[in-house]
């Protein structure tokens, strides 16, 4: 499987580039193997931007993962002071996500590990012409298209912020996407009051319903979670396809259902502690 993902990259380069990204981001940004996801946060601890950063040759590569692209790059380096760091837009480039490992790609091609459908791939940052190097049939690239957009959703990893509202806190996807240790960033201690001293008002989860052939109404971003024993507003649908989606509902509530024009489905949510592990809810 190989996917277009329509991405924007950058790269970022300078005496301080290190430290400008280690201070801005919530994740590592100095992995030369893996494209680390990573997010630049407000002083108040919402979400600004979703990248993927890798390091090699001692310059930083970025793969632009919330959208619209011009402001998440803007947020990136909103409090940048320090001289000795420069940033360029990769023109005339591609970015894939692939399940093998390229071959014959380009020297200048930038490839690193990445997880993005609960199996390990490969983000690639390479020219045009990588369906003619590869020699890949542009029937497969749909098809595997639509493949990625299932296993994406199942293995959860949502789009920011297209499936994730903007006005969300770190706070919700922090269960999903583990902080760094050790080290500071901005917003930091916005986020940890909030996890140490109790649960954020919401919460990013998963959600499945087992007998998608017996659902007859539509289900849509914008529809109401309503806890099953209280028939009380919990949440908002986020996202669905195919019988799995995102939800962002109040935490501990397991009992839930989509509140449709005529109907009240039940889903089955993932549970708090779960990390990006595909199925692994009941």
């Not at 407000?42 to 993962?65: A, D, L, N, Q, W």
């Not at 690639?124 to 497969?140: G, H, R, S, V, W």
Request: net charge negative; aromatic share 10%.
């Amino acid at each position: 499987m190989i996917v277009d993902l329509n991405r924007t990259a950058i790269k970022i380069s300078g005496k301080n580039a290190l430290s400008y990204l280690e201070n801005r981001l919530t994740g590592i940004v100095d992995d030369e193997e893996t494209f680390q996801p990573n997010f630049a946060l407000s002083p108040t601890g919402k979400i600004e931007g979703f990248y993927r950063v890798i390091k090699k040759k001692g310059e930083f590569y970025v793969i632009i993962e919330s959208s619209p692209p011009e402001e998440a790059i803007l947020s990136l380096f909103r409090f940048k002071v320090a001289e000795n760091i420069s940033w360029t837009e990769l023109n005339d480039v591609k970015i894939y996500h692939s399940l093998f490992e390229p071959v014959s790609l380009p020297t200048t091609s930038i490839v690193g590990k990445s997880v993005r459908t609960g199996m390990w791939g490969f983000d690639i940052i390479c020219e045009n012409n990588l369906f003619d190097t590869m020699n890949y049939p542009a029937q497969k690239i749909s098809e595997s298209e639509m493949e990625f957009e299932k296993l994406r959703i199942a293995y959860g990893d949502p789009l920011f912020f297209e499936e994730v509202p903007a006005s969300a806190s770190f706070a919700e996807i922090a269960h999903m996407y583990p902080p760094k240790k050790g080290k500071c960033y901005v917003g930091q201690e916005v986020v940890e009051k909030s996890l140490s001293i109790g649960r954020p008002p919401y919460i990013l989860k998963r959600y499945k319903i087992k007998q998608t052939d017996l659902v007859s109404d539509a289900i849509d971003a914008g529809q109401t979670i309503v806890d099953l024993e209280s028939n009380l507003a919990v949440g908002k649908v986020l996202t669905y396809r195919s019988g799995h989606g995102f939800i962002r509902v109040k935490p501990g509530c397991w009992g839930v259902g989509i509140k449709t024009s005529t109907n009240i489905i039940p889903v089955i949510v993932e549970p708090e502690t779960t990390n990006h592990q595909p199925d692994e809810y009941p």
